[in-house]
Nanobody, 113 residues
Framework: QVQLVESGGGLVQAGGSLRLSCAAS???????MAWYRQAPGKQRELVAH???????TYVDSVKGRFTISRDNAKNMVYLQMNSLKPEDTAVYYC????????WGQGTQVTVSS
């Protein structure tokens, strides 16, 4: 079973950037991947999705600011987050769709105003 480990979260000022990384314990080259987030008191939401062929989709609130990418040779998925806003504050989760859904443990992103 593939395991996912996120890293790269932290505290950043509004307007700043962070790059989240997701390391998979096995090959994910044939699998769709995604980043979800959950803010305090809110439901978990899909932020960005990437297919095995690297087609991408984004939630409207991050379009033009976030970029999801993958490096299949390294079993890695990334989320580049630019122009961060306080409303981006959340725990961010890496997700793999490998016949079933596998979640990482999450990484906290806090954007101060």
């Amino acid at each position: 079973q593939v395991q996912l480990v996120e890293s790269g979260g932290g505290l950043v000022q509004a307007g700043g950037s962070l790059r989240l990384s997701c390391a998979a314990s096995g090959s994910i080259s044939r699998d769709a991947m995604a980043w979800y987030r959950q803010a305090p008191g809110k439901q978990r939401e899909l932020v960005a999705h990437i297919t095995s062929g690297s087609s991408t989709t984004y939630v409207d609130s991050v379009k033009g600011r976030f970029t999801i990418s993958r490096d299949n040779a390294k079993n890695m998925v990334y989320l580049q987050m630019n122009s961060l806003k306080p409303e981006d504050t959340a725990v961010y989760y890496c997700v793999a769709f490998v016949g079933r859904t596998i979640w990482g443990q999450g990484t906290q992103v806090t954007v101060s105003s």
